[in-house]
């Protein structure tokens, strides 16, 4: 049993620092990239039980942050007193008067997910580990990749490194929950085959889960009337639960850019909505990663399309263009065949006002680039070790004149990585 306060009661809830990393999309995508293109490498999970009641003190926060030490208070449900006097030290306590303060971020508490972060990040990398400069919850070192969402933290590397991981955590933690093989790390399933090593990434259990709207205020209402506030607040959370399903249904990618435009729902966007999580479990997709070798080799895929429209007055001429990219990781089979994993995808509107095809596909492809820059050198601190902050600096700091007459900027700056 445990104890949860009431956090929305903490009147300091709206100024605290209660930031808790999570590894981005593209680093869960590269972990499973990794565990592909190493035979000898094998996936795992583990979760630490009762996280936050194991994370630093008030004092060591402040210790860690250089912030000052936070004083926390609460007081008991009615009648529960009479169980606590029971142990020694409380046999005078009397609620009336009474109230007893927390030593550490408790659950219900808005920092509570913070503390223990730092507590497990400060633990990991005192084992070597070190996170990549564009994803700090991406940590690496000889042998091993994990990847965390604050008390869930997802392995791939030799059964002994994640095995010397385990031990390093359950040193600090106590006992956790570990899977190897096969495990689910935040609504994803993950599988190496051990027959021919490919990853499979697959969120079949958390698209099942998902439901339309229904609603007797959408039945028969008109389509370009607004949602009513009970429908459009729905409408919110499902397009959130559906954008977290990107991570192995890139094709969804489209839709979802165009749901994420509306700001105040009509009942027609309800509906295209409903017919998309309608559609989803009846085709799921898998993400699959084929063994390989690595060729050391990144491949950039960008498309744009442009639409010419027209606004309300005669003369107003509108121009909307929507650009998408994939990041591939390319490599050779056993049978010699060329595969290749996707790092990354992406679907956005240009930030930039576009008049032509011609404008849309030379921001896509130049906006590509500088998005796809992080996987680019995550993907050589995987092979070489974390890089400098002015390593990072001069990178992007090179001017253009060091093209070569037959290079793109793309061949740019991967021959500087390998340079430096």
Known sequence: MRLVLRGFMDIDAFSLDTFSGTAKRSSQRLLASEAAAHPEWILASLDIDKAFLKGFTYKELAEATGEPERMVYFTLPPGSAAILRQFPGYEDFDEAIHCLRCVKPGTGTKDAPRAFSLKLRKKTTGAGLKGTSFDPEFEICNNLRTAKHVDDVNLTGTEEKIDMYVDIVEGEFGKCKVNKHMST????????????????????????????????????????????????????????????????????????????????????????????????????????????????????????????????????????????????????????????????????????????????????????????????????????????????????????????????????????????
């Open 185 to 420: 790390f935040v609504g994803v399933r993950h599988q190496k085959e051990p027959n021919t090593g490919d990853v499979v990434l697959d969120q079949d259990e958390y698209i099942a889960t998902m439901r339309p709207i229904v609603s007797p205020e959408l039945t028969g209402a008109p389509p370009d009337n607004k949602a009513t506030k009970g429908v459009a607040d729905q409408f919110v959370s499902l397009r959130r639960a559906l954008a977290y399903t990107t991570l192995t249904q890139a094709w969804l990618q489209v839709y979802i850019v165009d749901l994420q435009r509306v700001q105040e729902p009509t009942n027609l966007d309800v509906r295209r909505l409903n017919a998309i999580v309608r559609r989803l479990p009846r085709s799921p997709q898998k993400l699959i990663f084929p063994s390989m070798r690595c060729s050391g080799k990144i491949d950039l895929h960008s498309d744009s399309c442009y639409r010419r429209q027209t606004g309300e007055a005669d003369d107003e001429v509108k121009g909307y263009g929507i650009r998408g990219m994939n990041v591939l990781r390319k490599g050779t089979a056993k049978d010699g065949k060329p595969v290749v994993h996707l790092l990354e995808s992406l679907c956005k509107s240009h930030r930039l006002q576009v008049r032509s095809s011609y404008g849309a596909e030379m921001l896509a492809a130049a906006h590509g680039l500088d998005e796809a820059y992080p996987t680019l050198i995550t993907m050589h601190e995987l092979k070489h070790g974390i890089l400098k902050p002015e390593q990072l600096k001069n990178i992007r700091a090179v001017s253009y004149t060091h093209l070569r007459a037959h290079e793109t900027v793309l061949d740019l700056v991967c021959r500087l990585l390998l340079e430096k």
